[in-house]
């Protein structure tokens, strides 16, 4: 097994996670847009679709909206504090006897044979976890798919300005007194942030000719026992467009979700959010202007893409 696939699944397997996981919304606002976003593709999306694997699940976001509207889904991820998060949501949703529960890894989708789901879909990057076997994975993901593919991966132009802004999450807080651990860390964490910061250019370069956050400092982490961040693998668009491609997808759409929200400060943002009207057109407008191939790659760092088989 791969450093990549026993690193993610340490860190993903840590107790809090599937907690932690279900609350992002309540806490930062980037995730209010990147799920709204998908949200809004699926919702679009579902005619002559009954069946669906959710590949990196996590605390069912989305397997249990889509078992909301009728779908049977395949619930399947490495972590089993997400998996229980997720059927104790889905329990409290009405939808258990829709969502049969999996743990795996992406890396052997053996179990499953060609064509057996109408909808295949694995959002907020887990692909980019399984390097280095991202292709394979991409590939396995489109063999099993009957009809629409839909991934989210981490962008490489979207995480490259993270590099240069220490802050980037704080720009997203919700609510600063929310008490989120998380959200606490940032707040505390500002100036220090700033003091300690300096900019790089090997490391940007180094980004963006091999697409890969971490690695030999991740192995060390883990092996003296601790749970780094995943390493992550970063996709340019018209790489993750070519690999689609080469797999027999057609009709291949991208986007960048949050590449809108990112331009505008935090205390806009925070009075957008707490305005129900406001927050419901700022999300339709993100929608629509963050499907701009234009801005795809730019969006958090997240890249998002649709496609037919
Ligand atoms: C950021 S969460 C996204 C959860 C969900 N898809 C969503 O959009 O809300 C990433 C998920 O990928 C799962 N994951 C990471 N590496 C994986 C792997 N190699 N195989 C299966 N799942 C994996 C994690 O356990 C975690 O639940």
Known sequence: MDYSQKISARHWNQPDKGE??????????????????????????????????????GSGRFSILLAKHGCNV???DISQPMLDKASELAKAAGVENRITFVKGALEDLSAYKDHSFDLVISFDAPVSYTWPNQKNVIASLVRICKKRIMISVSSRLGTLPYLANPLNKNQFILDEDCGDPWVTWCISNYQNAIDG???HKTACMDVLENGLMGGAAEIKE?????????????????????????????NIQLAGPGAYARTIPNEILRKIMHDPAQKSAFLEFCHIYDQNPYVCGMGKDNLFAKGEI
């Open 20 to 57: 932690r996981e279900a609350a992002r919304e309540q806490t930062f606002i980037d995730d209010i847009v990147q799920k709204s976003h998908i949200e809004k593709e699926l919702l679009a999306n579902l005619a002559g679709i009954k069946t669906v694997f959710d590949g990196g699940g």
């Open 74 to 76: 395949t619930h399947f």
């Open 197 to 199: 910061f300096s900019f």
């Open 222 to 250: 883990f092996e003296s026992g601790k749970a780094p961040w995943p390493i992550t693998y970063t996709f340019l668009p018209d790489e993750l467009e070519c690999i689609l491609r080469e797999n027999g997808v057609k």
